[in-house]
């Protein structure tokens, strides 16, 4: 029944809702139905982290280009993944889209993910942002670095992650909340790259240079710099786009950290993660699905998926937001992003030891 | 032969359960059992302990936890106990200009999530907000302002949404009790503030224990708030289980034991409620004497509404709509509408599905009162102080083990797996919502309950009636308030719910809940304005429909 026809048919009822209520809600259960989205060979069912207004003018494009429909709901990495893995083989996913590697690597690791062999896919998308064995594929870079107060910190004075932790930045440190995945990918990664004694070392220093107690969003924690509380924090880039996008005068300004020479410790690159997407093991249309991630690298979507969030895309050549090229160039860690998803656990319980909140 | 000695016995055994109250026992108890099955899921969590996950958590941040969880149990609780009954006593017993509207007007911040609340608070209070750039223009960078990132900041923000709840059940209760109590207590030489501490209050007693404890589950289930405050809690604890250490047995571990706690704390309210029992005077109900105060007693009882008024209504949607005013052209589009209805139709069905099984199962409970039928009742009503995430996925592990039962019969049948299931229905969806507030429909009618004279049952019965007519057309009428009080809280709430509707949704049935959530987690606050505004205007309707009929009917 259509939605518009059940809710007249609550609103005549609930004239008298008590007599009629169990009469409503039987004739509620069976109207709507128990139906999934129709096995049609045109359709792919799609769950996603990455939210409605970042994912959708995407879907829509490409059913306008060729006429296939996107069912999708969105959700937490977490629970879309444990949905994944109890409707097992019924599952009506045909594609799981989520915002950072860690969870495509657990999603890989429960084996709720198929391998794909895909020449374009693996032309399209660098190595080090796509899973090795070829579960799942990066589709937009997300770069987190360091955000600095133009009028106290110059960009000499910044160098490294690592340097952050260092006494001379006492009470000038603003964080994002280490419950966030950006923050476990980013400690992971310093896991991956110094072992876990000096991970700890380093993020006990940041601890200790905390100017407020850390922020439910990266947001805050740059108008906490804007507004003098501290001078430099660290932040996803797009979401300094925005802030510049609704306040150009703030004085911020973007830093690229571990620029330094390759093959020293301060010349890692900055810290990327992706927003990517795999096939799952029992999709319904896995070549319906497999052609949309494929589609989702190309050029034309490659372009609208990175400025729809002011992200970078994974494909090279690709054009990017004017806004973003004017943050210049900067060099990317290519350290595999499995990394991140393998370690995430460490990474979370260094920073509950290290009292990082 | 046998199937004759079974039909000669069988009709007496029948004829005796089904007068002794067998069907309704039967319904009741499957019901219970229904809602229990997803939080018994939780509990399977025990099966794979990893000592390792406990060891961490209770080495680094478990004592923390713990602490701050009690703290903000205590905060909510004397903060919608202090607002919630000085508020409900002001509005029955005193007369002023405007309090007709501020009777209702008070009840508005329910339609207002806790979640929403909490990220216009600080979107407005602290340093980079509105208010402190004023201050920061007349005095200069050396002024003074309370941290709103606090403790204090999040018991505030908690305790304004949540004190409808005691505000509501304490003044249906002031109102029960009529005016002929205070003034017996006054001709016996009381002063007035001796008849409300001695006689009044001690009354009300059991219904604000009831809208206290609400508030406190609900403020244990809290992620939304807390999680924008960065004030960890318990449930902190339990999503980094799940979300940080991919660990979802362990979280479950220590969302049964949040369980346990609330098990045992629900025991002690019924402790704290007592045996006593309260039937007010009918009579008095009607012509309700409320003293006209004056000077400076005047301005507290006047002004103290309006200052919770404006903290917990009016500012928030000034600064709401403030926001929406921004977005709004480019975000509103016609997809609002199907966001609205859908928000719409599961409120309505869930309400309407809750408020029966309640109905059904406090009817059971009172008039066939077995002891496990008691005891269902208690744990089902459990459920509302999970946090969201973990009982919606408590329910969809049930719906996928039924799902897979039922697929793998019809593979064996037919060849092929179905194209439909449970879960991503509305069907589960609904029954979700009403493991989640059953507690609060239950509450409502069992309270109604509460005011019935067991006498009027004993005299319906000895007339001849059955239960089914006893239940029609004795108690109906007279539970009607409570019954729709019970519909309108769940629907407020359902609309409000987020967890549960944006793992379970079928496709397609976005909520504006879940256009908060996806706003909200991309730090986007000042475009989830808009989603939220039509939120809390969507739930203004019941709200305001909620008061009338509660002050109509008295």
Redesign the interface.
């Given at each position: 029944m259509h939605p518009y026809l059940s809710y007249g048919v609550l609103i005549l009822m609930s004239f008298n809702p008590i007599r009629r209520s169990l009469l409503a809600a039987t004739l509620g259960a069976l109207s709507l139905g128990f139906a999934l989205p129709a096995l049609s060979a045109d359709k792919v069912v799609v769950y996603s982290a990455r939210k409605d207004h970042l994912i959708k003018p995407l879907f829509d494009a490409y059913t306008a280009k060729t006429g296939v429909e996107i069912d999708f709901i969105t959700d937490k990495e977490g629970p879309l993944l444990q949905r994944l893995k109890a409707e097992g083989r019924r599952t009506p996913a045909d594609l799981l889209i989520t915002v950072d590697a860690g969870n495509l690597w657990h999603a890989a690791h429960e084996g709720v993910l198929a391998k794909i062999d895909s020449a374009i896919l693996n032309g399209n998308v660098p190595a080090h942002l796509r899973d090795p064995d070829g579960q799942w594929f990066g589709l937009s870079i997300r770069a987190r670095t360091i955000v600095r107060s133009t009028d106290r910190v110059p960009p000499s004075e910044l160098s490294t992650y690592e340097d952050l932790a260092d006494p001379k930045w006492k009470g000038r440190l603003c964080l994002r909340t280490s419950k966030k995945v950006y923050n476990q990918s980013l400690v992971a990664m310093m896991i991956a790259r110094h072992g876990m004694d000096e991970a700890e070392r380093i993020v006990k220093g940041w601890v200790a240079n905390l100017a407020e107690p850390p922020f439910s969003n990266d947001t805050k924690a740059m108008q906490a710099v804007a507004a003098g509380k501290c001078d430099v924090t660290v932040v996803n880039t797009y979401y300094f786009g925005r802030l510049q996008k609704s306040e150009p005068n703030l004085p911020l300004a973007i830093f690229w950290p571990n620029q330094g020479q390759d093959g020293h410790a301060a010349g890692t690159g900055v810290h990327v993660n992706i927003s990517g997407a795999g096939v799952t093991r029992y999709a319904k249309h896995p070549q319906a699905a497999q052609a949309l991630l494929e589609w989702l690298s190309s050029d034309e979507a490659q372009a609208l998926f990175a400025s729809l969030n002011m992200e970078y895309p994974v494909k090279a050549g690709v054009e990017i937001d004017p806004l973003v090229a004017a943050w210049g160039g900067f060099k990317a860690d290519e350290t595999n992003l499995a990394e991140a998803g393998r370690l995430q656990a460490e990474a979370v319980k260094l920073m509950d030891r290290a009292g990082y909140k | 032969m046998n199937s004759v000695l079974v039909s000669q016995a069988m009709p007496r055994r029948w004829s005796q359960w089904w007068h002794s109250g067998g069907p309704w026992r039967l319904t009741a108890g499957v019901l219970a059992l229904l809602v229990l099955l997803p939080i018994a899921v939780i509990f399977t969590g025990w099966v794979q302990i990893d000592s390792e996950v406990w060891r961490?958590?209770a080495?680094?941040?478990l004592t923390g936890l713990v602490r701050n969880t009690l703290v903000l149990l205590l905060g909510v609780g004397v903060g919608v106990t202090v607002i919630g009954v000085s508020l409900a006593w002001i509005t029955t017993a005193y007369e002023f200009r405007g309090r007709a509207a501020l009777e209702w007007l008070l009840m508005l911040p329910l339609a207002v999530p806790p979640y929403v609340l909490a990220f216009v608070f600080?979107g407005m209070f602290?340093?980079?907000g509105p208010v402190q750039a004023f201050l920061n223009g007349w005095l200069g960078?050396n002024y003074w302002f309370p941290e709103v990132?606090s403790e204090g900041g999040v018991i505030l923000v908690m305790s304004l949404a949540l004190y409808p709840y005691v505000y509501m059940l304490a003044r249906a209760a002031f109102i029960a009790q009529g005016r002929s109590v205070i003034e017996a207590a006054r001709i016996h030489g009381l002063t007035p503030r001796q008849a409300f501490l001695k006689v009044a209050l001690p009354m009300a007693r059991p219904a604000v224990v009831a809208g206290m404890s609400l508030a406190l589950m609900e403020t244990l289930a809290d992620f939304g708030a807390v999680?924008?405050?960065?004030y960890?809690t318990f449930t902190?604890a339990i999503?980094?289980a799940?979300?940080?250490?991919?660990?979802?047995p362990a979280a479950g571990q220590l969302a049964s034991l949040l369980l346990l706690f609330v098990f045992v704390a629900l025991i002690g309210e019924g402790r704290l409620r007592g045996k006593a029992r309260y039937h007010g005077d009918a009579r008095g109900q009607r012509h309700l004497y409320r003293a006209r105060l004056h000077g400076w007693r005047k301005a507290l009882v006047v002004g103290w509404p309006l200052l919770v008024l404006t903290f917990a209504f009016i500012l928030p949607l000034w600064q709401l709509l403030t926001w929406t005013w921004q977005v709004v052209a480019d975000d509103l589009d016609e997809r609002y509408w199907?966001l609205l209805?859908?928000t719409?139709?599961l409120g309505?069905?869930a309400a309407?599905?809750t408020?029966?099984s309640a109905?059904l199962i406090a009817y059971t409970r009172r008039h066939f009162g077995h002891p496990l039928v008691r005891f269902n009742v208690r744990l089902a009503t459990l459920g509302y102080a999970l946090p969201g995430?973990v009982l919606?996925?408590g329910i969809?592990?049930a719906f996928?083990w039924v799902?897979?039962r039922v697929?793998d019969a019809y593979e064996a049948g037919f060849g092929v797996?179905p194209?439909?299931?449970?879960?991503?229905?509305?069907?589960a969806l609904?029954f979700a919502y009403g493991v989640r507030f059953l507690a609060v429909a239950y509450g409502a009618v069992d309270s109604a309950f509460e005011r019935i004279r067991p006498s009027i049952m004993e005299a319906a019965r000895g007339l001849g009636a059955s239960h089914g007519e006893v239940l029609?057309r004795v108690y109906?009428p007279i539970?009607?308030p409570g019954?729709?009080t019970g519909?309108l809280l769940v629907f407020v709430e359902v609309m409000k719910e987020m967890?549960a509707t944006?793992?379970l949704?079928p496709?397609?049935w976005?909520t504006l809940a879940?256009?908060i959530y996806?706003?909200t987690?991309?730090?986007?606050?000042?475009r989830a304005a808009l989603p939220a505004v039509a939120l809390v205007l969507a739930g203004l309707g019941p709200v305001i429909l909620l008061v009338r009929r509660s002050a109509t009917t008295h």
């Amino acid at each position: 029944m259509h939605p518009y026809l059940s809710y007249g048919v609550l609103i005549l009822m609930s004239f008298n809702p008590i007599r009629r209520s169990l009469l409503a809600a039987t004739l509620g259960a069976l109207s709507l139905g128990f139906a999934l989205p129709a096995l049609s060979a045109d359709k792919v069912v799609v769950y996603s982290a990455r939210k409605d207004h970042l994912i959708k003018p995407l879907f829509d494009a490409y059913t306008a280009k060729t006429g296939v429909e996107i069912d999708f709901i969105t959700d937490k990495e977490g629970p879309l993944l444990q949905r994944l893995k109890a409707e097992g083989r019924r599952t009506p996913a045909d594609l799981l889209i989520t915002v950072d590697a860690g969870n495509l690597w657990h999603a890989a690791h429960e084996g709720v993910l198929a391998k794909i062999d895909s020449a374009i896919l693996n032309g399209n998308v660098p190595a080090h942002l796509r899973d090795p064995d070829g579960q799942w594929f990066g589709l937009s870079i997300r770069a987190r670095t360091i955000v600095r107060s133009t009028d106290r910190v110059p960009p000499s004075e910044l160098s490294t992650y690592e340097d952050l932790a260092d006494p001379k930045w006492k009470g000038r440190l603003c964080l994002r909340t280490s419950k966030k995945v950006y923050n476990q990918s980013l400690v992971a990664m310093m896991i991956a790259r110094h072992g876990m004694d000096e991970a700890e070392r380093i993020v006990k220093g940041w601890v200790a240079n905390l100017a407020e107690p850390p922020f439910s969003n990266d947001t805050k924690a740059m108008q906490a710099v804007a507004a003098g509380k501290c001078d430099v924090t660290v932040v996803n880039t797009y979401y300094f786009g925005r802030l510049q996008k609704s306040e150009p005068n703030l004085p911020l300004a973007i830093f690229w950290p571990n620029q330094g020479q390759d093959g020293h410790a301060a010349g890692t690159g900055v810290h990327v993660n992706i927003s990517g997407a795999g096939v799952t093991r029992y999709a319904k249309h896995p070549q319906a699905a497999q052609a949309l991630l494929e589609w989702l690298s190309s050029d034309e979507a490659q372009a609208l998926f990175a400025s729809l969030n002011m992200e970078y895309p994974v494909k090279a050549g690709v054009e990017i937001d004017p806004l973003v090229a004017a943050w210049g160039g900067f060099k990317a860690d290519e350290t595999n992003l499995a990394e991140a998803g393998r370690l995430q656990a460490e990474a979370v319980k260094l920073m509950d030891r290290a009292g990082y909140k | 032969m046998n199937s004759v000695l079974v039909s000669q016995a069988m009709p007496r055994r029948w004829s005796q359960w089904w007068h002794s109250g067998g069907p309704w026992r039967l319904t009741a108890g499957v019901l219970a059992l229904l809602v229990l099955l997803p939080i018994a899921v939780i509990f399977t969590g025990w099966v794979q302990i990893d000592s390792e996950v406990w060891r961490h958590l209770a080495d680094t941040v478990l004592t923390g936890l713990v602490r701050n969880t009690l703290v903000l149990l205590l905060g909510v609780g004397v903060g919608v106990t202090v607002i919630g009954v000085s508020l409900a006593w002001i509005t029955t017993a005193y007369e002023f200009r405007g309090r007709a509207a501020l009777e209702w007007l008070l009840m508005l911040p329910l339609a207002v999530p806790p979640y929403v609340l909490a990220f216009v608070f600080i979107g407005m209070f602290d340093f980079s907000g509105p208010v402190q750039a004023f201050l920061n223009g007349w005095l200069g960078p050396n002024y003074w302002f309370p941290e709103v990132r606090s403790e204090g900041g999040v018991i505030l923000v908690m305790s304004l949404a949540l004190y409808p709840y005691v505000y509501m059940l304490a003044r249906a209760a002031f109102i029960a009790q009529g005016r002929s109590v205070i003034e017996a207590a006054r001709i016996h030489g009381l002063t007035p503030r001796q008849a409300f501490l001695k006689v009044a209050l001690p009354m009300a007693r059991p219904a604000v224990v009831a809208g206290m404890s609400l508030a406190l589950m609900e403020t244990l289930a809290d992620f939304g708030a807390v999680s924008i405050f960065n004030y960890d809690t318990f449930t902190t604890a339990i999503y980094k289980a799940w979300f940080g250490l991919f660990n979802l047995p362990a979280a479950g571990q220590l969302a049964s034991l949040l369980l346990l706690f609330v098990f045992v704390a629900l025991i002690g309210e019924g402790r704290l409620r007592g045996k006593a029992r309260y039937h007010g005077d009918a009579r008095g109900q009607r012509h309700l004497y409320r003293a006209r105060l004056h000077g400076w007693r005047k301005a507290l009882v006047v002004g103290w509404p309006l200052l919770v008024l404006t903290f917990a209504f009016i500012l928030p949607l000034w600064q709401l709509l403030t926001w929406t005013w921004q977005v709004v052209a480019d975000d509103l589009d016609e997809r609002y509408w199907d966001l609205l209805l859908h928000t719409l139709t599961l409120g309505g069905f869930a309400a309407l599905f809750t408020v029966s099984s309640a109905l059904l199962i406090a009817y059971t409970r009172r008039h066939f009162g077995h002891p496990l039928v008691r005891f269902n009742v208690r744990l089902a009503t459990l459920g509302y102080a999970l946090p969201g995430s973990v009982l919606a996925v408590g329910i969809m592990t049930a719906f996928a083990w039924v799902d897979d039962r039922v697929a793998d019969a019809y593979e064996a049948g037919f060849g092929v797996l179905p194209d439909w299931a449970l879960m991503g229905s509305v069907f589960a969806l609904v029954f979700a919502y009403g493991v989640r507030f059953l507690a609060v429909a239950y509450g409502a009618v069992d309270s109604a309950f509460e005011r019935i004279r067991p006498s009027i049952m004993e005299a319906a019965r000895g007339l001849g009636a059955s239960h089914g007519e006893v239940l029609r057309r004795v108690y109906l009428p007279i539970l009607r308030p409570g019954l729709l009080t019970g519909t309108l809280l769940v629907f407020v709430e359902v609309m409000k719910e987020m967890p549960a509707t944006l793992l379970l949704r079928p496709f397609g049935w976005d909520t504006l809940a879940v256009r908060i959530y996806e706003l909200t987690s991309e730090g986007e606050w000042e475009r989830a304005a808009l989603p939220a505004v039509a939120l809390v205007l969507a739930g203004l309707g019941p709200v305001i429909l909620l008061v009338r009929r509660s002050a109509t009917t008295h």
